[in-house]
């Protein structure tokens, strides 16, 4: 189930699909601002998405998911009031921003423009929308690749292969009169593989997504799907555990931007520094990283799953230099943060649906290329890991402490990849991590793996992208 | 904040019997449209949290949402649907699509419905789920709680720099509703209370380190009073300054009951049929034999009165029912629901867990850490995770480091690592102190010689 993309003039789909007109908008803002207020957001979405699984050989389990609601929310100044309905009925919108406005008590009912369409840039324009691809194509695709996959090599004893794609109209309404209408597509391959030799079992995949169609799926990358998820799952039968204890980490290119993510980007987002509870609360226009250090969060780059043409509150997609030279230049702002601050909003407003208020939270955070040659980094190490693959992380914003879980990788040793490694969980501190970042790479990659944020009990699909660097020093979760 | 009405939620304080019917209609549009077998699933909840900031009421939020589930065989093909669009036109239209689209996999009998026979409740009124003082909840009273946490909070850390403190109340109510095409039908409702604090603290070097605390209830009265949720928030604040890496090496580790599920967790994975299915399972095999040191036993009841994890039902229309997973060491038990036992050929005994419980011992966390020259007691988790088909596992720690009885250091940026099987072997003593306010209901757990990697 998948929904097309609108036609007609932004606004359209809400209009002529739920008689959301302007006069019913311009009522319902009204009401959220009735008791006063310094801001609020409309925020409608329809959004519909299709998955299919393969197991046992056969393509026999298939889902399909559609959500329709609205949420609106009220600002007083750093206070925010919040409903949603899953009814788009006149009766059903009022209340909710009537239950929304009683978080401003005392204030004058604001005065809301006539809703003004305002076009955005799409960064990822789809070639062949899944409203237009049959099952039939979903299910043969996901076959292939269990097919290709088992033919890679035969110590592999189960592949599970599945796909889900999904599109969502959003529309927001601003008191100024913005209104924007986005389509947001999205698509996910994955590949599940156990691999048994003797009693010993081990098991991995591998991932890709992004904001596109059916194009998305060419054969470069199908193929890619397919040999990463066997090459690690196979690579996990000779791996072992590394040494325990403090040593330098290398980090391969791509995947490896998850330490971005959780030991730097979190705290970048201005909602806990405003706060003051963010350890870069202080940090603003003050060396943190090695010269070599530039770390962006991008919402432009084309079809990446972090890709955003407007954020949920409105405000444009764009590109947002926090680290520049090792300086720490900006946070990532939503609207109320920037009010705070006194600058402009840098479109990371987002939030999971309609039944979540927006918070600032990253897109596609990237380090930018340094000056290393990837080998002479490795070639630099006399004993420590190198890193490839990830599964997850977390961080605690206040007192920087952030791990990562390493799925594969290798032991350094005087300079060269030795034994292959496994499951280890690496620990450090943001700040301290970044000040150790002594050599950057100029091979960034941005991983195309399906990443998904969480964050007040949020889940928001974001992307990330580092060149091989090596980190003097992080604490190793090994044996002995 | 005040209640509304709309007409989604129209009988949202009477009963439950416009859910049937929606579950009725449900069934009776996805046979109309060509499905051979249908399951819908009902839920509808309204819920309400408060958060405050620093003496300033941070976020008010309300939500009311209904939605339906829809499992649906055609032609002994399964697939499963979920839609909140519940406009009529919009629900025949989706599940029409349902339809069509099942009708291109491939099938697969075992994702028939359950037998009639195996499928009910157990007692709904005695799980008593809902408080029905949450009816008419005086909308002040989360205001008040979080205000009055707040007071405590700063109250019980006037030593320390606090640097922002949080505190929140929710409360909420949900409908759970089941149909089938075969003739089984159940509705159960529930109510949930919680609440809790985070506080910010400053540290030395400008680290600004967190402590958080959150409990919840079904019924408003068995709630953790304010006191003893501002004591606990600020001895984790105070176990979070000054904090960093040991020496690695191999230490006892007594893990706190609040977080010690989260280690136990790491053996529930492998135990679901469908992981011993697929081969992911390092338990495959392994039922009854012993996978535990002896003095670990592990029991999933579902059943408890007013518990956070009970249900009066599983996912499959069972009966919920209590169980022992492990007996002193001993597997007993894997969590086979209906599908995954088909393809196994075994018996269901279960996909889903409610209350896991650690029977408690007889000596407090102080009298066993008295006894112990060294260890350190885990308060915290941070990342990790687990390979279930090796068992292997890797997690981030932090804590305190106790010396004869003593703290000496608190701890973070380490890790523990090792195997599951290992760890659970070094299992040796539940202590007095069993945690009530989570699915997982266990003491404190000490284990032995455990791997910790730090400076």
Redesign the interface.
Known sequence: MSIPRPDGAPGAWFEDGFGITPELLRRVMSAALSKGGNDCDLYFEHAASTSVRLSDGKVNAAGTHVDLGMGVRVVVGDQVGFAFTEELTPAAMMAAAATAAEIAEHGDPRTVAAPVAVRVTDWSPVLEPWDQVDMATRVKMIRDWEQRAFARDSRIARVESSMADAAMVVMIVRPDGRLVEDWRPMTRGHITATAIVGEQRESSGANVAGRAGLEFYDSARQGRLVDQAIDRTVFLLDAGKPPAGEMPVVLAAGPSAILLHEAIGHGMEADFNRKGTSIYADKLNKRIADKDVVIVDDGTVPHTRGAVNVDDEGNAGQRTVLVEGGVLRTYMHDEISARHYGVAPTGSGRREGFRSPPIPRMRATIMENGPHDPQDIIRSVKRGIYCQTFSNGQVHIGGGDFAFYMKTGFLIEDGKLTRPIKDVNIIGNGPQALERIDMVGNDMIIDEGGWTCGKNGQSVPVSQGMPTVRVAKLNVGGMG | ??K?????HADSKHGLDSLLDLGQRVVSLARELGADQVRAGVGRGVSTELSR?DG????????????VRASIMVDG??????????RPE?LRE?LG??VE??R?????LN?RLPDLETMGDADIDALDMRDASWDDLDPAYRQARCADLEDRVRAAGSDLKI??VTTYAWDGSSDHVTVTSHGYQSAWRSTSFGGGAVI??E?EG?????AYFTTGARHQADQLGPETIAKQVIEHGRH?LG?G?TA?GRYAMLVENKVAGRILGTLIGPMHAEAIY???SCLDGKLGQRVANEALTIIDDPLLPRAAGSHPHDGDGMPARRRTLLDRGVLQEFLVDVYNGR?LGWEPTSGDVGNLIVPQGVRSPQAVLATLPQAIVVEGF????T????G?????V?GVLYQHGHAVRNI???????NLFELLDRFSEACDDAWIWSTWRTPSLLFHDI?????
């Not at chain 2, 509304?4 to 989604?8: M, Q």
């Not at chain 2, 300033?56 to 939605?67: N, T, V």
């Not at chain 2, 941070?382 to 995770?385: A, E, H, S, V």
């Not at chain 2, 973070?412 to 090792?418: A, D, H, P």
Request: hydrophobic share 25%.
């Open positions: 904040m005040s509304h009405t709309d007409s989604k900031r300033h009421i941070e976020k008010a939020e309300k939500s009311r949402s209904l939605s093909r399964f697939s499963a649907h979920a839609t909140s669009d519940l919009a989706f699509r349902a689209a099942t291109f996999l491939e099938p697969d994702r640097r922002s910010s603290l540290d400008g680290r600004l380190p967190e979070r904090g890496p690695s697929e081969k992911r393809r941070l990342g990790g995770n390979n279930p088909a090796s292997d596992f890797s997690f981030g932090n973070s940026e380490m890790n523990i690592s090792g791997q910790f990697s730090g400076s």
